[in-house]
């Protein structure tokens, strides 16, 4: 530390500013402290603005330029697969994804956030230090400190360095849609891309080591999205893994464990990531990390000793770094909530949201709150299940998706004039991630089947989908009765 | 009433097929009730499957050949404007009013509902007889009698009869997709069919006799509309009326009351409708009707004369026979509560939807749920808004709607630590007509600005818009105290 670089007090130093680190910053900032974010890229928003946002878009965009959506609904191929060139998807991309950064760094703005870009790590317990290419490293004191630095796709030792090879931080820099491509991983990112390059034409093998896929679906919802994709033309290797991966000068060969032997122009890894917390210097803060580098934190989002379980003083950590599930829509919660306990905050936020809702991009999407069927078995709670499927839904006809459905699981209760308690939702089909939020304030305010039945839904609408699956749990209620 | 045909008795008899027709019928059917449905149509469904569902899948098919939604995603412009057949319209619309007539079909054989095709009218106050072509007449007598027979198109005495003036029923006939059209009535039919012409590239004008559009909607949201189909290209004539319309060989001229003169190709009335009650023969069952032939209901929607307001015994009325709203969504749920109070079926459904939402299917689409602030201002309520925009919204961006937004209405409460009493819910942009689920859902659980705060939304969606606009509440609450 030189005399030049006096350190600066925050009552909150953030590290990263992706969903996390934002809201965190923004939650402290609203209630009145000073905050400082320290995010090491040129760019606020993190891996939501850099990989989410852009690999939504393009999933948009394939969606239109493939002319899936006006394919089904009239005689004539709109498609100009083939003839899309990436200029043409990445222009929109390009876009949106600038309009994210800059929307993050207006929220900094506003909340009278100091922005430090450089790389932050641990100078001691309570002193980060921030060194960057162009400036003299500063010094910030922080009373807290919010570890938020996100996650890095895992390389995995099996497979050689390549230009042909992606990960999911990589892919969005391809030059030019390949013709076939090897998607490794059937978790989220695999999945989402593995949909995303059929429905541009690619031809696409889905790698994965298990039979079945998201195993954290309900397995209806599972099954159906493995169909859809199989149906969608893409080769679906379930229960199979990678025994070698060959760069040849042509393209490239993979051994698989059953002994299959494919040959592919590229690959995409989708094999997990890792906490970024290498840079760190968690040593200084006494911190030591569990398996994937991933940090331990407690119920609060403290950060605790991964063999002593004791908290940390004073050091927080929410999102990606912390592990699965990973998503935004859940690192930013856990930001809030963490801000709140950490420094006392007027309680207008007394827990973390009591649900929360998966959401996945696939084609088509699909989206779950609650518990799933076999949760229900597990925890030996009696249910009753409704379906309804969007083709016998007026809007699911318009929009021509058929395969899309509903099912919402009840607490089943013999006394068919008593309502009965909703306990999970579960969708597939367009749409689904937002639909799914009716299924979640119903949840949280332990809503019964009443809810849907006295509900009016505009028509017509896919929301009225809830009322029909209600309608058929009731129906099942009646017939295991009678 | 000859020897062959003895009168067939019946628990309810319900004449016509359309939302309330079907809803009614089922409803009643479900708890045991002998159910007769009578539909003078070949086919049945009523205006929602014949006008209704073509309207809208027009609609959707119009946004996707007119490459609105690729447009905004890239460079390229998808669009066959101009190039599309109404051909090519009919392709998907045949398929799905053909879907939803079938879908009704099996719901009325499902629930064991004897279906007869012919007119029905009031034999006497209990008996119906239905005649057509085919058969002889068939008498049918119901405890109770439901009359679900819809509207049809006003015909304004000041416009001609020709092949090139259209009603809300017989444009979706069109042979061919004019040049130019007038839209007579910016009404919600005039409304949604102006944008749906815009889109496929017809230069439409807009005739209406107010100068707002609309008014039931939020002052904002009306005016948002406004300015966004002028921005489509509608020529958007306000304030204004037909004073006359002559019929010329070449094309059709028009004088306004501004004194403006119109030369058109075409022109479409959305100038109101009638309910159908003409043949009913009514004077059999001692009713007379209302203004625009209407049937006058009480609140559990049974039939009163309108001089003496005495119910008439065993008839009921439901849908737009009764007039406003004259929705699908809100017809079914009258149909139902009627049931339950006519046949005093158990007592699942104890009132009718607390809260009906309002869909209005232009472009973009627009929603309500709840008090508007002209509502609150005229009950005195005390008030505070808040707002949040499709263009600041991640899915908003990668969707390209940049001008739709959500206004939400909080009940005024000074305690800053106390939540907000939602009031009103109002949307306009995409998907408005599902999104607003969750605000009628919120509104029926007397939910506080709790809820939204408390929820955890999937990223990247547009309910996420919730959450944002309650802060934006709560921040003008804390401006308006400070």
């Not at 779950?368 to 249910?383: Q, S, V």
């Not at 099912?407 to 089943?412: M, V």
């Not at 209600?470 to 009678?482: Q, S, V």
């Amino acid at each position: 530390m030189t005399r030049n670089n006096k350190v600066k007090v925050y009552d909150l130093i953030v590290l990263g500013s992706g969903p996390a680190g934002e809201k965190g910053a923004a939650q402290a900032a609203y209630f009145g402290k000073k905050v400082a974010l320290v995010e090491k890229s040129e760019f606020l928003g993190g891996a939501a603005a850099s990989t989410t946002i852009p690999s939504k878009t393009l999933r948009e965009t394939s969606l239109t330029l493939s002319g899936v959506r006006a394919r089904r609904l009239h005689g004539i191929d709109l498609s100009i697969k083939g003839k899309a060139t990436v200029k043409d998807f990445l222009h929109h991309e390009r876009m949106v994804k600038e309009s994210e950064r800059k929307r993050v760094l207006n929220n900094m703005l506003r909340h009278k956030i100091d922005i430090y870009h450089g790389l932050g790590s641990f100078y001691d317990k309570k002193i980060i230090k921030v060194e960057s290419s162009n400036n003299q490293p500063y010094y910030l004191q922080g009373e807290i400190i919010l570890i938020a630095t996100g996650s890095s796709p895992r390389y995995p030792d099996n497979f050689p360095k390549d230009p042909r090879i992606y990960d999911s931080d990589s892919i969005l820099q391809i030059k030019k849609i390949p013709k076939n491509i090897v998607v490794i991983g059937g978790g989220v990112i695999g999945c989402e891309y593995a949909c995303v390059f059929s429905e541009l034409g690619v031809k696409v093998s889905l790698i994965h080591n298990k039979e079945i896929l998201l195993p954290f679906l309900d397995h209806d919802i599972s099954i159906a999205l493995k169909n859809s994709m199989s149906k969608m033309g893409i080769n679906m290797l379930v229960s199979d893994g990678v025994e070698s991966c060959n760069v040849k000068e042509k393209n490239i060969e993979i051994i698989l464990t059953s002994g299959k032997n494919i040959h592919t122009d590229s690959i995409m890894l989708a094999t997990g990531r890792n906490s970024n917390t290498d840079k760190l210097n968690l040593d200084m803060a006494g911190i030591t990390t569990g398996k994937y580098k991933l940090l331990i934190v407690d119920k609060n989002y403290q950060v605790i000793h991964p063999e002593t379980k004791k908290p940390v003083d004073g050091i927080f950590a929410a999102g990606d770094v912390i592990g699965r599930p990973g998503l935004a829509s859940t690192s930013m919660e856990q930001a809030r909530y963490a801000m709140i306990k950490a420094l006392d905050l007027e309680p207008y936020k007394e827990h973390i949201a009591p649900i929360l809702p998966l959401g996945i991009y696939t084609i088509p999407e699909c989206s779950l709150a609650g518990k799933t069927e076999n949760e229900c078995r597990d925890e030996k709670i009696d249910y009753v299940i409704g379906k309804a499927s969007y083709n016998q839904n007026a809007r699911g006809m318009i929009i021509g998706d058929t395969d899309g459905f509903i099912k919402l699981i009840y607490e089943f209760n013999k006394d068919l004039k008593k309502p009965m308690k909703l306990l999970g939702v579960h969708i597939i089909g367009e749409i689904a991630s937002e639909l799914i939020h009716l299924g979640v304030n119903a949840l949280m305010m332990n809503a019964s089947s009443n809810l849907f039945i006295d509900s009016c839904f505009n028509y017509p609408t896919l929301g009225e989908l809830y009322k029909y699956a209600t309608y058929d749990a009731m129906g099942n209620r009646t017939k295991r009765i009678k």
